[in-house]
Structure formats: C-alpha cells, structure tokens
C-alpha cells in the first residue's frame, strides 16, 4: 500500500466525507432538541462500541490490511448513514449518494510489491513453461486491477511467493487487465465482468494441475474469499516446499 493513504484519493474522499459529519453535528446541536440530542449521543456511544468490537474481530480474522480496511469502512459507512437518520433523513440519503460516488469513481489502491513473485507477460509465461529449463512448477495469479476482488488479495500471493518459492516453484502475475484476448487461451472467461479474477493456476512442465477457483460453469457455485490459507491448502504448498528441501 502507499505510504501515505491519504494521498489516495479513495482514502482521502472517505476521509472527508467522515469528517463533514463532524462538522454537520456540531452546527447542527443548536438546531436540535434536548431529548434528540439525548438520543443521538446515545447512538453514537453505541456506534462506537460496535465499531471497536467489529475491528477486534476483524483485525484477527482477516489475513490483509487491504481486506480490513475495506471491511472496516463497510462498516463505517453504516454506522454513518443510521446515525444521520437520527437527525434528518436527508442528511443519510445525501451521505448514501457521496458513498456510491466515490465508490464509482475511485477504488483503492493495490499491493504493489511482487515478493518473489514476477510480473509476466502471457507470450513470456507461455515460453517459460515451454522450455521446459526453468522451475518444474508455476503458480500463476491470473487479475486485473480493475477488479475489487484481485484487489482485495493483491497482498496474498506476494506474500506466499516470499514464504514458499523455491527452484521448483516459481510464482508469475499476468494481468489480463492489460491482456484481455490471453484469458481465452488459460480458460479464463472475462464475460459479465471481472467475477472469474483473480484465478490462480499450478502449472507442472507446461501442464495444467489444477487451478482455484474451480469454476462451475452451470452451477457457478460460490467459492471462499482468496486468502494465504485457502491458496496453501488448495494448491498443497506446505508439501512442495518440504519435497524441494528433501530434494524430491
């Protein structure tokens, strides 16, 4: 993530936008009676505490600082628009209308880092696992940065590259942001959106072995959310990593 995230300007608009609500509920005390403002203290004590509560919760369960801050600014934004209700509903209906704003306007940043991963091209993955002189395995991160979810997990595969590659692991990202015609060629559809990415796929000498989400064309059933440990125990890293250092 960047450094600074407030230079972001999808962190910077909801920064804004949670600040004005300062400044909408100290000009508005004068306008409201005693028993709302009762209430609405009440509710805001309340909001808070959820809020604390949630971020414990979340801050254990979630593997990425890109996953929590995402989910915690969910939930901020419902916190917002209930408590405006309290003081006027228009005031929660315009707070609706900047949320769905930013979210069409911005998106929020990505990982940027690779780890050991690299970054390839679909004409320099395919000569790779054709020569056949490089790693015995390629995992490959199929995204596009135009997708919330790759978005989301942008962090993970980075991370396990660091964790678990090796001479015979090799970790590789194409985006297919860039080069939408290759998704064909890796079984990849692209139609109604970005819902097939990010799509990671185990390579074994140019082979495919298997490849998660598994996707159920008919049935488009629902996989779990991209996570370091859903990836490890898909793809059996923990066992390729022992077989390399017992030189298998």
């Known amino acids: 993530m960047n450094p600074n995230p407030l230079s972001e300007p999808y962190y910077l608009l909801h920064f804004l936008t949670f600040f004005s609500y300062l400044i909408t509920r100290t000009s508005a005390t004068s306008?409201?009676?005693p028993h709302l403002i009762h209430r609405l203290v009440y509710r805001e004590i309340q909001a808070v505490l959820a809020f604390a509560l949630l971020a414990a919760f979340k801050i254990v369960r979630d593997e990425t600082w890109e996953a929590f801050i995402s989910n915690m600014l969910f939930f901020a934004k419902i916190f917002l628009v209930a408590i405006s209700l309290i003081m006027d509903y228009h005031l929660a209906l315009w707070y609706m209308v900047v949320f769905s704003?930013?979210?069409?306007?911005?998106?929020p940043p990505a990982f940027e880092k690779l780890g050991m991963s690299s970054?390839?091209?679909?004409?320099?993955?395919e000569t790779l696992l054709t020569e056949g002189n490089t790693s015995r395995f390629w995992l490959v991160e199929f995204r596009?940065?135009?997708?919330?979810?790759?978005?989301?997990?942008?962090?993970c595969f980075p991370e396990l590259s660091v964790t678990y590659s090796n001479k015979?692991?090799?970790?590789?990202?194409?985006?297919?942001?860039?080069f939408p015609n290759a998704?064909?060629?890796?079984?990849?559809?692209?139609s109604g959106g970005m819902n097939q990415l990010p799509t990671y796929i185990l390579f074994e000498?140019?082979?495919?072995?298997?490849?998660?989400?598994?996707?159920?064309?008919e049935a488009k059933a629902s996989h779990p959310p991209v996570t370091k440990r859903v990836l490890s125990r898909h793809f059996e890293l923990d066992r390729h990593l022992l077989e390399y250092v017992n030189g298998k």
């Open 144 to 155: 596009a940065l135009c997708s919330s979810a790759c978005i989301h997990a942008s962090r």
């Open 205 to 217: 000498n140019a082979t495919e072995v298997t490849r998660f989400p598994e996707w159920d064309y």
């Open 168 to 178: 015979n692991l090799s970790f590789g990202i194409v985006d297919l942001g860039l």
């Open 119 to 125: 970054r390839l091209t679909p004409l320099q993955l």
């Open 31 to 33: 306008l409201l009676s």
């Open 183 to 190: 998704a064909e060629k890796f079984g990849i559809s692209l």
């Open 101 to 107: 704003v930013i979210y069409l306007v911005t998106q």
